[in-house]
């Protein structure tokens, strides 16, 4: 393992459709420890050790479970992925090289297999920007992995954008990526806030990343168990799901 690698943690959001007043959803229980328990020990168990979680919505609840595990970066004004990103920068390591970055309200379903596989890929293919692609059946309100006829990312297209045939498409992206911290500095200060929401998101990055002709892998994860977490349902379904992930 590159002893040069960090890793990102996104945990500020409100989590709105959680209706939770004073607990932020990454630190409610999945399987019986707190969601982002299960992120950090995953990181932990890969022997990366700059880890820097973004708090902000119910912060304390968030640093209540980690302590002294990990370092925390607020984001006090939740302006997207993009500018969370941002701030963890500034608390990483400055011998960090490259920074895994995950959410904190879907990464407990990753295994330790599938997240070596990511960062041997980043390394191997020496590439800039590195992210985990899975297929679902039903891909409803994820973004779509568009390629060109060679198999390349073109482009990842959000479902409010997407037209009918691009909704088609199961391949999609849950938000798992390896950045080299070069190209983050370089490149973050051009994603455009969004004219919808006002928030800068990370996914940008993907489309500046090709514009600028610079290197971008994936790893295609294929149907691997994935769920987000973002209601009470779906915590409920986290649940049922979590049993069968491989550890």
């Given at each position: 393992m590159n002893k040069n690698l960090g890793a990102i943690i996104l945990a500020a959001g409100k989590g709105t459709r959680m209706k939770s007043k004073g607990v932020n959803k990454v630190a409610m229980y999945l399987a019986s420890k707190p969601m982002i328990l299960h992120t950090v020990e995953l990181l932990e168990s890969l022997n990366i050790k700059d880890i820097v979680v973004v708090v902000g919505?119910?912060?304390?609840?968030?640093?209540?479970?980690?302590?002294?595990?990990?370092?925390?970066?607020?984001?006090?004004?939740?302006?997207?992925?993009?500018?969370?990103?941002?701030?963890?920068?500034?608390?990483?390591?400055?011998?960090?090289?490259?920074?895994?970055?995950?959410?904190?309200?879907?990464?407990?379903?990753?295994?330790?297999?599938?997240?070596?596989?990511?960062?041997?890929?980043?390394?191997?293919?020496?590439?800039?920007?590195?992210?985990?692609?899975?297929?679902?059946?039903?891909?409803?309100?994820?973004?779509?992995?568009?390629?060109?006829?060679?198999?390349?990312?073109?482009?990842?297209?959000?479902?409010?954008?997407?037209?009918?045939?691009?909704?088609?498409?199961?391949?999609?992206?849950?938000?798992?990526?390896?950045?080299?911290v070069d190209f983050l500095k370089k490149y973050l200060p051009l994603v455009q806030k969004s004219p919808i929401t006002g928030e800068y998101y990370l996914t940008s990055l993907i489309g500046i990343g090709i514009k600028h002709n610079e290197k971008i892998e994936t790893l295609k994860g294929g149907k691997l168990i994935w769920k987000g977490v973002n209601t009470k349902d779906e915590l409920l379904e986290a649940q049922e799901l979590i049993t069968s992930v491989p550890r």
């Open positions: 919505f119910a912060k304390e609840s968030v640093i209540n479970v980690l302590e002294k595990r990990a370092q925390f970066a607020e984001q006090k004004k939740r302006l997207g992925t993009a500018h969370a990103v941002k701030i963890a920068l500034q608390k990483l390591n400055n011998k960090t090289n490259d920074a895994l970055v995950l959410n904190g309200d879907d990464s407990a379903f990753y295994s330790k297999d599938i997240i070596n596989k990511l960062i041997k890929k980043h390394f191997d293919d020496n590439s800039f920007f590195t992210f985990l692609t899975i297929e679902k059946d039903n891909p409803y309100g994820l973004g779509r992995v568009v390629r060109n006829k060679n198999g390349r990312v073109k482009a990842v297209i959000e479902e409010k954008d997407a037209t009918s045939r691009e909704r088609s498409i199961n391949e999609v992206n849950p938000g798992c990526y390896v950045f080299k």
